[in-house]
């Protein structure tokens, strides 16, 4: 399904913002934190991509995609 630039760009934030609310309860981040976390992951760079369709995806699955990240970076620490 094909939807407009801005249409996009409304989902991915609407995503974006549950994905920095959600960390922030989880893991205890000040919002400052959370933002950092979410705009320099891996899945925000595929999030932004419209070819992967992550967009259409539910918060709560986007989350869990960038939740398995953050525990395999603190794996690796």
Do not use: C, H, W
């Amino acid at each position: 399904m094909n939807v407009s630039q801005e249409e996009f760009q409304n989902m991915k934030e609407e995503i974006v913002k549950d994905l920095i609310a959600r960390i922030m309860e989880e893991y205890g981040f000040t919002m400052q934190q959370a933002f950092d976390v979410v705009y320099t992951s891996n899945l925000f760079e595929k999030l932004s991509e419209p070819k992967t369709g992550l967009y259409f995806q539910s918060s709560g699955y986007v989350y869990s995609i960038l939740d398995s990240e953050l525990k395999k970076a603190k794996e690796v620490n």
